[in-house]
């Protein structure tokens, strides 16, 4: 089946550092790529997405590049503000075959940016 | 604000009885997934429907069900509760039949004691 495998957490930076949350796949055919953030008592909220190989999701200073070859998608972000503290998922989803329809989740990685 | 709604916030209730989760997704989305969150397995995807029709499952107990009338708001039963039910359940939707961006709502929060 198909299964998506986040950094562990938590990770706690300080304001203005280097984010990187990394997350890999296993899938058969060809998956669309989701980052998801959830603040404290909320839902989950699409952060970014990529539907093919090579493409890079973007928002809010986060990036991610779908990378095929190394079966990743590996979020960014230049610098980190107290504002980005929360739970982040990474995720994919198949159109085709025996899992189209199901959306895979990450464990989720909680992100802590201190002032 | 995703536009998703769900009823209710909280509901907390006893081992063994039934309870009736309730989602209105976004304004002309079709499909609705159904999820749950809990602390020791993360976020489980349950279910989906799409246009009143079920389309895709996952790690759906037996005890519950799911169906989506033709309004397109879904409903989640949860029935013979134990307290292992105990968990956030969200209700996402999206546009169409493929599974795309999903918006969620802000959950349901259920508590069996």
């Known amino acids: 089946g198909n299964s998506v495998t986040q950094m562990e957490g938590p990770v706690t930076l300080s304001e203005e550092a280097f984010l990187t949350i990394n997350c890999t796949y296993t899938?058969?055919?060809?998956?669309?790529l989701f980052w998801y953030v959830q603040y404290p008592g909320e839902g989950l909220q699409l952060l970014l997405k990529?539907?093919?190989?090579?493409d890079k999701g973007s928002n809010k200073g986060f990036e991610a590049t779908y990378r095929k070859e190394t079966t990743s998608f590996h979020l960014e972000k230049g610098s980190v503000q107290v504002s980005d503290s929360a739970v982040y998922f990474c995720?994919?989803?198949?159109?085709?075959?025996?899992?189209?329809?199901?959306?895979?989740f990450g464990d989720g990685t909680t992100l802590t940016v201190k002032p | 604000d995703s536009g998703v709604t769900q009823t209710p916030k909280h509901l907390i209730t006893a081992t063994g009885q039934r309870v009736t989760l309730r989602c209105s997704p976004r304004?002309?989305?079709?499909?609705v997934y159904w999820y749950q969150q809990s602390l020791d397995q993360g976020l489980q995807f349950l279910i989906q429907?799409?246009?009143?029709?079920?389309?895709a499952k996952g790690n759906i107990l037996e005890r519950f069900s799911a169906q989506q009338f033709p309004d397109l708001h879904s409903e989640l039963n949860l029935s013979s509760l134990e307290l292992g039910d105990s968990a956030l359940y969200f209700c996402?939707?999206?546009?169409?039949?493929?599974?795309?961006?999903?918006?969620f709502g802000p959950g349901t929060r259920l508590t069996v004691t």
């Open positions: 996402a939707s999206s546009s169409g039949r493929e599974v795309n961006e999903q918006y």
């Open positions: 899938a058969t055919g060809y998956p669309s």
């Open positions: 990529a539907t093919k190989a090579d």
């Open positions: 995720a994919l989803s198949v159109a085709r075959g025996t899992n189209a329809g199901k959306s895979t």
């Open positions: 304004s002309g989305d079709l499909s």
């Open positions: 429907y799409y246009n009143g029709e079920e389309r």
